[in-house]
């Protein structure tokens, strides 16, 4: 994205709040949101509720327990997020209602995304076939390796490429290019795929920007090891000549685990990276940036040092800190996009270190509010100890909801919490929603289920526990309380924030 430095900069010289929401949260058929028209009747609903910042989580596609941070390509959207109706308008797609519930809707979209190709093909919609080809062209760096990737993958059952043949595995060229003659048409249904997410993409973007709004990504820092991206560049991972990693991601024991979390990413060869100017990187940010105005990098600390985990452990204990070249990144970062386009993810164990690149390149650091009360008034987290270049949370898609923090909380710190907030007789999640909106800090961001005062079972995710009802949660239009957008317009506006 050019010009993104500029925007960057002139972004933090207002008051900003923002909602975070992902895009499969929002309401529609099929399983779950997409980019059609509740996308961009959300971004109404968000402005005309005095909010100028959308953030969602990653959007790359999932693998089957849909989690949007061990994605199968850092660069392509989940093709789950097309919309369908747009299709249909086309000409390309007759209309088919979606299963039923307990049904396989994700299945259902890829088959009908299918089914749309053929009828483009059918009604020979020359304009449509020539920009697909020019979108392949532009982004064919990281698309061809995508697709036939995808198509490999979808041929295997969705094993995982290090499973593959070990001529396909190590990506041997005349294993590749018989591959490509056998997958033709699966690859180029991939691209097509992509073609159909980056064009409707463009549409929400366009939108928003009308509307004012600004649209707030996600960047995990590490990348699943079953993705295009280790598959295609395995000589920057700590792999092994089987392409099993070696070494994996995650955290020590912190508030959300006891034991720690083991992610499972493979780790970085940074060393590599760095010897070619971190370009991996920089292309990553730019599709990034072609989707989003700025973007969270989730575990920042990661650039400082990386918690290191031998990958035969069980656990995260048994993991240490190793040290990572960020500044050396982060200077790549800025001399190709100007100010760097990025909000620091500065959450768990943040030693000077961390702080000190967060500060040496200027970057915004979080503040979550629910972190805040379980101490004294040094705690960071309080809203005194908040800065301008800041994002302040009620909580992220890793917390529980605030009516659910509230409820489980000690006496004690209820007590604390209502003594340090002063809002008697105003039930949560209010209280904490007003602190955040009064922050000093540039930018205010409250999870839509905060918006609707929801309890613990609409949380979006409980870090370390894996499968159940995480990444499921959705709303509905019916169930926002009736003049919740024209109460926020009017604390966004008391706060000078609208």
Known sequence: MSGSGDFYSSFWQNRRAGVLAHLSSLPGEGGNGDLGRHAHGFIDWLADAGFTVWQMLPLGPTHGDLCPYQCLSVHAGDPRFIDLEALVAAGWLDPEPPPGEGADTRRWRLEQLRRARAGRAAVADAASTADEAEFRHRHGAWLEDFALYTALRREKAEAPWWQWPAAERDREETALAAARERLAGAVDQAVFEQYLFFRQWDALRRHAAERGVALFGDMPIFVAHDSAEVWAHRDLFDLD????????????????????????????????????????????????????????????????????IPAEAETARDGHWVPAPGGAFLEAVAARFGRVPLVAEDLGVITEDVEALRDRFALPGMKILQFAFDSDAANPYLPHHHVRDGVVYTGTHDNDTTVGWHQGLDPAVAERVAAYLGHPGEPMPWPLIRAALASVSGLAVVPMQDLLALGSEHRMNIPGVAGGDNWRWRFEWEGLPEGLQQRMAEMNRLYGRG
């Open 241 to 308: 000549a089987a392409g099993r990693a070696q070494t994996v991601a995650g955290v020590p024991p912190d508030y959300f685990s006891d034991t720690g979390q083991r992610w499972g990413n493979p780790h970085y060869d940074w060393a590599r990276m760095e010897a070619d100017g971190f370009q991996w990187w920089l292309d990553r940010l730019a599709t990034q940036l072609e989707l989003f105005d700025f973007v969270r990098l989730d575990h920042f600390r990661g650039l400082a040092a990386y918690w290191s």
